[in-house]
Structures are given as structure tokens and as C-alpha cells.
């Protein structure tokens, strides 16, 4: 079955710094790459996702690349500010089963 | 539009006993899935239903089972809870077969 490995557990980063958060996979059928944002006491929420057919997504501060060839995948965040602060997963999904989740980067935003 | 509710928000349980942990999605969405969060593991699946009367297994799902009500509810089972059962747990529906895929609020499960 899929495997997501994610890096870093954690990272920590001055206001208006950039932030990447890295994700590898072992299936090569996984077609989609989802982000979620998590905050305390919450449910994960999705802000930003990407397709197979795509190498690169962006919405306003935050972009995502894809790299098939290497089954990797990674979020950048720029312009980062307190309110980024929160625990971000990754996730890939092939057809026909479920998204599986990578373990989670805990992003501290200073400012 | 509610999205994905779950009740209950907390509970906490004896070790032996049984609960059932609910979830309903309002947008028509025919998979639906339940995962456990515990901390540096992530979020891992139990269950998942792909359509209204169908259900499989996730990663973890010993000591759980699931019924797929209707297309709105999916609920999970504890049967006899665990101290190793402790954690939030998360439902999740999923729009089509590459659609996004929503989350409930969770519940935060304690069993002593």
C-alpha cells in the first residue's frame, strides 16, 4: 500500500520568511496530493491540492510542486505570519482506496 | 451547509466498555472515512466506505467496526474500549473518486 514520509516534524521560522515542508511517496499510482492545515483543537482543513497532470499550484502565499519522476512533493509557504502557526499533513491517494497521510510538520511562525 | 458533524465532541469510557461515535455529511458525498490522530503518528486510517453499502479496512482497524447507515451516516464502533483506544478521532467524506475530501471536528476519546 502507499507510504507518505514527511519533513521536517518540525520547523521554525521568523515573520516573512518562506517555509517548505517536503513529501515523499512509494506508490506510483497515487494521482492526487492534497495539504491540510491543522489548528489546535480543530479538524484538519484543506488548503491546497494537486492533480498528477500538474507540476505546480499556487493561491496567493501558498504553492505547491509536484515531481512524478521522483515521487515527491512539497508546500511553500512565503510571507509567512503568526496565523501560519498550526501542524500541516500531506497526503497522496490512488484510485480505489483512501488518502493516506504523511505524519505531520509543526510550523511556528515568530514574529 | 453544515459539512461533517460529529458527535460526540468528548468522551470518556471505562476500559471493557462500548460506545459508537457518529458522523453525518450534508453534501452528497459518497465515500466516507474515520481516522485515529495520536501524537507524532499522524492521521491513520481505520475504516472507509467508497459507497453506501460497502465498507473496508484501513491501517488500524482492530478493535473497531463500522456501519454505513445510509449515504449521509457512517458511524464506529468500539466494542470493548481500550486504554490503547484513546485518541481524537476524525471523520472525513470525500467528493467522487478524486474529489476533496472534508473533516468532521473530531472527538476526543479517553478510556482509563
Known amino acids: 500500500g502507499e507510504n507518505v514520509e514527511q519533513h521536517p516534524s518540525t520547523l521554525s521560522v521568523q515573520e516573512g520568511d518562506s517555509a517548505v515542508i517536503k513529501c515523499t511517496y512509494s506508490d506510483s499510482a497515487s494521482n492526487y496530493f492534497p495539504w491540510y492545515k491543522q489548528e489546535l483543537g480543530k479538524g484538519p482543513q484543506l488548503i491546497i491540492d494537486?492533480?498528477?497532470?500538474?507540476g505546480e499550484k499556487k493561491d496567493q502565499r501558498i504553492a505547491v510542486t509536484l515531481n512524478k519522476t521522483a515521487k515527491h512533493f512539497s508546500l511553500h509557504i512565503t510571507e509567512t505570519q503568526p496565523e501560519d502557526s498550526a501542524v500541516y499533513f500531506c497526503?497522496?491517494?490512488?484510485?480505489?482506496?483512501?488518502?493516506?497521510f504523511g505524519k505531520g510538520t509543526t510550523l511556528s511562525v515568530s514574529s | 451547509n453544515a459539512g461533517v458533524t460529529q458527535t460526540p465532541k468528548f468522551q470518556v469510557l471505562k476500559t471493557g466498555q462500548s460506545m459508537t461515535l457518529q458522523c453525518a455529511q450534508d453534501?452528497?458525498?459518497?465515500?466516507m472515512y474515520w481516522y485515529r490522530q495520536d501524537p507524532g503518528m499522524g492521521l491513520r486510517l481505520i475504516y472507509y466506505?467508497?459507497?453506501?453499502?460497502?465498507?473496508d479496512k484501513g491501517e488500524v482497524p482492530n478493535g473497531y467496526n463500522v456501519s454505513r447507515l445510509n449515504k449521509r451516516e457512517f458511524s464506529l464502533r468500539l466494542e470493548s474500549a481500550a486504554p490503547s483506544q484513546t485518541s481524537v478521532y476524525f471523520c472525513a467524506s470525500r467528493e467522487g473518486q478524486q474529489g476533496k475530501q472534508y473533516f468532521g471536528p473530531g472527538t476526543r476519546l479517553t478510556v482509563t
Open positions: 497526503a497522496a491517494f490512488s484510485a480505489g482506496t483512501a488518502l493516506i
Open positions: 494537486i492533480r498528477s497532470n500538474v
Open positions: 466506505s467508497a459507497s453506501e453499502g460497502t465498507t
Open positions: 453534501m452528497n458525498h459518497n465515500s
